[in-house]
């Protein structure tokens, strides 16, 4: 039953694909809206893919958070049904289309979760395996006490999953919020191993942290043109 | 005694040799009587001292309105589809499926994982992929394959009202209209069956034959079956 993981599947189609990644409160989100407005300004065509946004599955999603019917199993399949259709209807064909795809969460935020939750490692792995891999994915590490003051002093409730209480880490929301994102923490922190994530220091000032990001992505926009190109030609 | 097991990973929080109990599969394509033929085992067993559930595609509480929603639109990815069947087994697993093994029920369902894999096969699903997404189900006691071939399947399904849009493969579609689709997406599903059949040693029955002669093979298959380790497994029986 041993089937190929994600990362099988390269983006061999003329768009590109960055994504974003770190636990509440790095920054990433500011980060990405940032880029697209940059990129944007420069006239690249620009499609937005967000974490938990299929308009089908995003419904039964919240339905299972709302009732708290989620179990580890569901948990994972169910955030897996509403990438797949993300991949499929939305980030396919819009690299295919020769656009930049800007994905705010990929499937690194469910190896992290998934695994916490206790599910196999390698199955999950092998669940995404319809993932197309970035053409660049950043990760924005952050302290553990930083992103929770960012939080934490601007949130007056932590929902039930979100905290993690379904891990039964500790009966005050709160400090299972900040037992959970410490677990995520050391979760990306293997992630970056294993994948190679671009690591972004999100403790420097915001202009900084752009500037990098758009380094890092220049050199792939040249190839956008010729790439379209090239696709339409086959 | 024998426990269960999975086909590959396990479920997150559950202890498997807590189950007794016993899992029992009707598959089949649509219109080889599954319903009427689980009816039957039911109150027969029933009869015979055992506690009875039974569960069957798409009546999750997580996922079924989610389903159905997505399928009067045709408004979900493919592969999302396929996933979203994973969830609501997921869930018909973990919430009714297991709890009834735990209290040692005989849990009759009405197809499996195995129907879910061979619809994902046809609609372009790696195969491996889709076993070992499924991998995390239980490995049932027994699974009765109610076999059909196309010809015979149309008449059933013409008699019952009509070619359904989703079981004739329409959101592929493979054929001009409903009829040739059926015909096309069936003969496919079917193929994917017979093959997971060997897989997975499957008791196949010829659903062509007499109704009678189907239900009482089966109530003396599934009663061998349970009365072999009557005492050693299951609920306390009522004598």
């Given amino acids: 039953m041993n089937s190929p993981a994600y990362g099988a599947r390269a983006n061999y189609y003329p768009g590109l694909l960055f994504i974003v990644e770190g636990i509440d409160g790095s920054g990433k989100s500011t980060q990405l809206t940032l880029l697209s407005q940059w990129l944007r300004g420069e006239g690249y065509p620009v499609v937005f893919s967000e974490w938990n946004s299929s308009p089908i599955v995003k419904t039964t999603t919240s339905r299972g958070k709302r009732k708290r019917l989620l179990t580890p199993l569901t948990f994972s399949l169910i955030h897996a049904t509403d990438f797949s259709d993300r991949v499929e209807r939305e980030i396919i064909p819009s690299l295919k289309g020769g656009a930049i795809v800007l994905a705010d969460r990929y499937v690194y935020t469910a190896f992290a979760r998934d695994v916490i939750r206790g599910v196999d490692p390698g199955w999950v792995r092998s669940l995404y395996r319809f993932a197309v891999a970035p053409t660049l994915a950043f990760y924005f590490r952050v302290p553990l006490e930083v992103a929770l003051k960012r939080i934490l002093s601007s949130r007056p409730k932590l929902k039930w999953y979100e ?9 005050d929301p709160n400090e299972s919020y900040r037992r959970f994102q410490s677990k995520i923490l050391s979760e990306y922190d293997r992630l970056v191993e294993e ?4 690591v972004v220091d999100a403790t420097r000032p915001v202009e900084a942290q752009q500037t990098l ?13 010729r790439n379209l190109r090239v696709y339409e030609n086959v | 005694m024998k426990t269960f097991e999975s086909y590959g990973v396990g479920i997150p929080g559950v202890d498997l040799s807590e189950l007794s109990g016993w899992l029992v599969v ?17 109150l027969q067993l029933e009869r015979m001292g055992y506690a009875v559930a039974e569960t069957g595609l798409t009546r999750s509480d997580l996922a ?32 009714q499926i297991i709890p009834a093994l735990r209290a040692g029920f005989v849990m009759l369902t009405d197809r499996y994982v195995y129907s879910l894999i061979a619809r994902a096969i046809v609609r372009g699903a790696d195969r491996e992929w889709i076993k070992q997404v499924f991998s995390f189900s239980l490995k049932p006691d027994a699974v009765f394959y109610m076999r059909i071939d196309t010809p015979e399947l149309v008449h059933r399904v013409l008699r019952n009202g009509g070619f359904d849009y989703w079981e004739s493969g329409m959101d592929l579609p493979m054929g001009e209209d409903l009829y040739d689709s059926f015909i096309e997406y069936q003969r496919r599903v079917i193929h994917e069956l017979d093959a997971l ?17 189907n239900a009482e093979e089966l109530a003396v298959r599934v009663s061998t079956l349970l009365e072999t380790d009557r005492g050693t497994r299951g609920a306390p029986a009522i004598e």
Avoid: C, W
């Avoid at chain 1, 905290?163 to 009966?171: E, P, S």
């Fill in chain 1, 163 to 171: 905290a993690g209480m379904d891990l039964g880490l500790n009966a």
């Fill in chain 1, 195 to 198: 994948y190679n994530l671009y």
């Fill in chain 1, 213 to 225: 990001l758009r380094e890092a992505i220049r050199p792939y926009l040249p190839q956008l043109e």
């Fill in chain 2, 26 to 42: 009707i598959e089949g394509t649509d219109g080889v009587g599954r319903t009427t033929h689980i009816n039957r085992l039911r």
């Fill in chain 2, 64 to 95: 079924s309105r989610g389903i159905r929603r997505a399928k009067q639109g045709n408004t979900l990815g493919s592969n999302a589809f396929n996933l979203f069947y994973a969830t609501d087994f997921a869930d018909r697993l973990e919430h």
């Fill in chain 2, 197 to 213: 059949a060997s897989e997975y040693q499957f008791q196949t029955l010829n659903a062509s034959r007499d109704e009678e002669e």
